[in-house]
């Protein structure tokens, strides 16, 4: 009854590895619980306007996914000694009541007061590069991530991989011993790959953050790459044979799988979005990164022609894109911030538009955990940051540098003065809202029509 009414919204957040998805819903449900009278979201109009009633946490409807763990994240980010909260893992939600005193005419003369129920879906972006699978073979699959191997430092971190797949009989009977070693050192290449080059676009995605399916036979397969494969006279008990029918049910039980249990109930979705760490890390990092976004893209492509529509008929009808950690560059640089966000996403957000879905990109920050101030330099002031570094908690200030407004060309990299620090979560009393850079606005690009 909610949905046919519009009082009912499932809010999904998503984004690849280190965006802050669990520090924005965290940030999210403690502005949303603070209530209207120490709230800081001037920008959310329900607020603004005085209409904001407050909300409270209630049972979540599905109760075979596992619960946000809002409680644990929140005594993280508001300890004597704050840390950031463990990041996302798997599929997991939250559900809130918001009350509001309408706006509409119709809403008031029904009732002084509405209700919208809001569920918070949080998963991980990496689920959303397998997509294409859906597309391709096995062996199509195989020769694209042979492929990828030619890209800087990948060879040399696929290097125990390679060996151990080289001794692989692909038409031989299959030994499940030996498949799940070799497994074991592909999805090792994946993390490596993560780690060591900070690449994003990896597949499958559920090898490097598998949820649920942790240790399941249906992850022990892994791409051909050490020559062509013939299937034209193979049996059905061959290493080949096992490791093709392993791709199928991945696509089949796992790829398939989330879009129809999760991704078609979805009403509306945010992608957050880190630039700044790509940028510090190198031109591959950011090409890899903007290579997955626009992967992440094709998820929300479902016009009546798209193979989305075909497949799983979605019904997201807005978006928004948000850069995260825009407390990590100084304000003179947030507007480039928001035109490199806006750059890495416009081709998608053209096609969203022509699904018919309304789009948003902002920078913002869930928890903001610098001060903005000036330090002298050769005698002159210069605008700096304040805060506590990650790794070592000691007080610094330093200017990050310049952000480029544009996709980053050649040039950028060869005199790329751009130093991005981690800095640790600001000490907040605990009667006060989190502070936060452009929350409000998140807010209100996601549910301000969903309150009139």
């Known amino acids: 009854m909610d949905r046919s009414l519009d009082r009912h919204v499932r809010l999904a957040v998503t984004g690849l590895s280190r965006a802050g998805k669990t520090a924005f819903i965290t940030a999210l449900v403690d502005h949303l619980l603070q209530g209207p009278v120490h709230h800081q979201l001037p920008l959310w109009s329900v607020a603004r306007d005085g209409r904001f009633l407050g909300a409270k946490k209630v049972p979540q409807a599905h109760f075979h996914i596992p619960s946000f763990k809002f ?44 209700e919208l129920t809001l569920d918070i879906i949080d998963y991980p972006g ?10 391709m073979s096995y062996e199509q699959w195989s020769e694209q991530m042979a492929q990828s191997l030619t890209q800087p430092g990948r060879a040399e971190l696929a290097k125990n991989w390679l060996n151990l797949g080289a001794q692989l009989d692909l038409h031989g009977a299959y030994d499940e011993l030996q498949i799940a070693q070799i497994s074991q050192a592909y999805t090792q290449y994946l993390h490596e790959c993560k780690a060591q080059l900070g690449l994003h676009h990896i597949q499958p995605g559920r090898f490097v953050l598998p949820g649920e399916l942790a240790g399941a036979p249906l992850l022990a397969f892994f791409p051909y790459v050490w020559g062509e494969i013939n299937s034209d006279h193979d049996n059905k008990d061959s290493a080949l044979s096992m490791l093709s029918a392993r791709f199928e049910q991945y696509k089949e039980h796992v790829v398939k799988r989330f879009y129809q249990q999760h991704f078609v109930h979805f009403d509306r979705q945010i992608v957050l979005l880190d630039c700044l760490t ?43 894109f948000a850069a995260s950690k825009a ?8 507007e480039n911030l928001l035109a ?45 940051l304040t805060g506590r570094q990650l790794d070592t908690s000691e007080l610094l200030s330093l200017y990050p540098g310049e952000v480029p407004a544009d996709l980053p060309q050649a040039a950028f990299w060869q005199k790329q003065g751009f130093d991005f620090v981690n800095f640790a979560p600001p000490v907040v009393a605990s009667n006060l809202p989190l502070p936060h850079i452009r929350m409000d606005l998140a807010i209100e690009h996601l549910l301000g029509d969903k309150l009139l």
């Open 126 to 135: 990496e689920w959303l590069l397998d997509l294409p699978l859906l597309h």
């Open 340 to 384: 490199l966000v806006d750059k890495l996403v416009v081709n998608g957000q053209r096609e969203v538009a022509f699904s018919g879905i309304e789009s948003h990109c902002i920078a913002l920050a869930a928890v903001k955990s610098t001060q903005v101030g000036n330090v002298n330099y050769q005698g002159k002031p210069h605008v700096a």
């Open 71 to 114: 409680e644990q994240n929140i005594n993280s980010l508001r300890a004597d000694q704050p840390v950031w909260p463990e990041p996302t893992a798997g599929v997991s939600e939250i559900r809130l009541k918001i009350k509001y005193r309408p706006d509409s005419l119709l809403w008031r003369n029904l009732s002084q007061t509405a």
């Open 327 to 334: 407390d990590h560059v100084t304000p003179d640089q947030h």
């Open 278 to 320: 790509p940028l510090n890390t190198g031109r591959q990092s950011f090409e890899d990164m903007q290579t997955a976004v626009e992967q992440i893209m094709q998820s929300f492509q479902y016009g009546q022609s798209g193979f989305l529509r075909r497949l799983f008929a979605p019904k997201i009808d807005r978006i928004v």
